[in-house]
């Protein structure tokens, strides 16, 4: 069974609609760099420009003693090559999810068993680690039985699982469940050699009916995020047709050569890759002088121009996410109050924002708390009749703000405590799109009467600082860049909140999830966000998230400021022979959740000039 496969098509449809699947975009690029192979405009007989097989791409990480290799979900910060596109190329999951075809890709798993209670998860034969063992359903189980001591969100969906063999685990399922089929598949596998003991303990404690919130739980939880890797070619194994060659780990870029026992390590056509490290401003000067092949930060429009006229294509493809403002409401009690935010909604002119940040690759939200393409698949015209837009308006602004208590005077307005209302936005100064709408904002709300100071930091300090609630209010995404609704309200209620803020210490947003609704009465809103994504009945779903549409319209837990449609360089010639043409459905698929890239290599469809 796949997930709501009408709805996808339907998506997809109206993605390519949308994009016309012609070039145009945002930048991205880093430091001065060997480009490797000769020149050349693609087509040729390929190996001819780069018979090394080298491949070269972008991400930002963090170089030792800093970063690490401990890839336990969960674990927050320093990472090397952690979540993200190239991640699952060394670690693989058990499949990607190509959107438009309405499949997944099988990668470690051959297929799986959806029935009404259970989840059946069936490896393929033969698979092994970088170091020649082999990869088994020991690895499968210990892997999810760590993710449960993570508090990864499978587990409201699941109540246990075992080996059933070699190659099968079967998963316990508290109710049927969609959404619970992409958790599990789109979950990188562990060797059960390395975190094994982890898995052990996690498993012990929940079968003992412990909760992860018990000190033994919670003891068992900071070992994992403290452990590092002593021996890394012992400690730290690979499934993807990569590896890591840890002796090329700098602060520059980092060498993927290909894994002679990955997976598909047959069929990827490359012999490495080369991840060049950073986020736009690092990344931008390598696009641009030939080193990059392919990227998706998020480019500023002035620099995508620049590599069109050199002759680099511009691949658009969907994002499903965007830029939001996350406000601590644990560490502000005036943030607490809905009005407050919906106030600061209407401040804001969204349209300016995201048109200072990324020109015509971003949509204005609806403000239901999804993506514009999920939103117009799955809302009825009744809940989008009553969404709020939160339209640009400086007098409605003032009115929300009054009833909630502020006052108004010399310019200025103070809070229901008489407090002068002066904030910090903490923005990721690493990244291209978001600074130019946190200045934006910040000159904006200033002006407004909110005293607005700027706190620029790096994006890999940005997660920790979220979760820790170490802060006023933050840029952060928005979205959940995923094929179903389920996840755009995970990520608008619970991924930068109470429980999952816990395996940092803190609690994040500090949004109660329990709540008084008006209209509604109490609401337990991580318990209709779990609901969303379960049973077997796409009619229940729908009313479950209309109704969490009109929830988080009210609410506004983040206030969504724009939607970014990707804008990635893809340069055909040095290195690689060609990419998918801008009118192959593969582009249909996230960026980040199901690469295009990533899947064209999996498939041998991309290769060396």
């Known amino acids: 069974m796949t997930e709501n496969t009408r709805v996808e098509k339907n998506l997809t449809r109206r993605l390519f609609g949308l994009l016309g699947l012609s070039a145009a975009g945002t930048g991205l690029v880093a430091c001065q ?27 930002p990480y963090e170089a030792p003693p800093t970063g690490h290799f401990n890839y336990a979900p969960g674990v927050i910060g320093g990472i090397i090559l952690g979540p993200g596109l190239w991640h699952h190329m060394v670690l693989a999951p058990g499949g990607l999810w190509d959107w438009s075809a309405e499949e997944w890709l099988y990668l470690l798993a051959e297929g799986f068993e959806f029935t009404e209670n259970r989840f059946v998860y069936t490896l393929k034969p033969d698979l092994k680690w970088s170091d020649g063992s082999d990869l088994t359903a020991a690895d499968v189980e210990s892997t999810f039985w760590l993710r449960w001591l993570m508090n990864q969100q499978e587990w409201t969906m699941v109540s246990g699982l075992e080996a059933t063999g070699d190659l099968e685990v079967t998963f316990e399922l508290n109710d049927p469940s969609t959404v619970v089929e992409r958790r599990i598949m789109k979950a990188p596998i562990l060797p059960a050699a390395v975190y094994g003991e982890f898995g052990e303990k996690a498993k012990a404690l929940q079968e003992d009916g412990q909760e992860t919130d018990s000190d033994e739980a919670n003891s068992l939880r900071d070992e994992v995020q403290e452990w590092r890797p002593e021996d890394n070619e012992t400690e730290v194994l690979f499934s993807g047709p990569f590896a890591i060659d840890f002796g090329s780990v700098s602060d520059a870029s980092i060498t993927l050569p290909k894994n002679e026992h990955g ?37 500023p429009v002035s620099t995508q121009q620049e590599w069109e006229a050199q002759g680099v ?27 407050f935010r919906q106030a600061l909604a209407c401040a804001i002119d969204k349209e300016s924002a995201g048109t200072i940040s990324l ?145 940092q210490g803190g609690r994040g947003m500090d949004y109660d999830l329990v709540r008084e609704i008006e209209g ?90």
């Open 263 to 299: 997976l598909l390590a047959d069929q990827v056509a490359f012999e490495s890759l080369v991840v060049y490290n950073g986020e736009t401003d690092d990344i931008t000067p390598l696009v641009l002088d030939g080193t990059i092949d392919y990227a998706t930060h998020g480019f």
């Open 313 to 339: 294509e511009t691949k658009l493809s969907g994002t499903y996410s965007g830029m939001s403002l996350l406000l601590s409401m644990g560490r502000h009690e005036e943030f607490k109050d809905p009005l």
């Open 359 to 503: 020109d015509k690759s971003v949509q204005i939200p609806d403000m239901s708390g999804m993506p514009q393409l999920l939103s117009e698949q799955w809302l009825d015209d009744g809940t989008r009749s009553e969404l709020d837009a939160y339209d640009f308006d400086d007098s409605r602004a003032a009115s929300l703000l009054e009833e909630a208590g502020w006052t108004f005077s010399n310019g200025t307005w103070a809070t229901p405590s008489g407090d002068a209302a002066s904030y910090s936005i903490t923005f990721q100064s690493d990244f291209a799109d978001y600074p130019p709408s946190a200045q934006f904002i910040a000159e904006q709300l200033t002006e407004f009467g909110i005293t607005i100071e700027l706190d620029g930091i790096e994006s890999p300090n940005m997660t920790e600082r979220v979760h820790t609630g170490n802060f006023d209010i933050v840029t952060f995404s928005w979205g959940g860049g995923e094929t179903h609704p389920h996840y755009a309200y995970s990520s608008a209620f619970i991924t930068e909140n109470e429980p999952i803020s816990r395996n």
């Open 520 to 609: 509604m009465g109490e609401v337990d809103i991580q318990r209709l966000v779990t609901e969303s994504g379960e049973g077997l009945d796409e009619d229940r779903q729908r009313e479950l998230i209309n109704r969490l549409a009109l929830i988080f319209n009210s609410e506004l837990p983040k206030v969504p400021v724009w939607e970014r449609l990707g804008n990635n360089p893809a340069q055909a010639g040095p290195r690689v022979l060609s990419f998918p043409g801008d009118d192959d459905p593969i582009w249909a698929s996230g960026s980040y959740s199901d690469n295009p890239v990533v899947q064209a290599m999996y498939k041998g469809d991309v290769m060396p000039s």
């Open 33 to 59: 760099a060997d480009t490797g192979g000769g020149d050349g405009e693609g087509g040729g007989d390929p190996g001819t420009n780069n018979p090394d097989g080298v491949f070269h791409g972008a991400w």
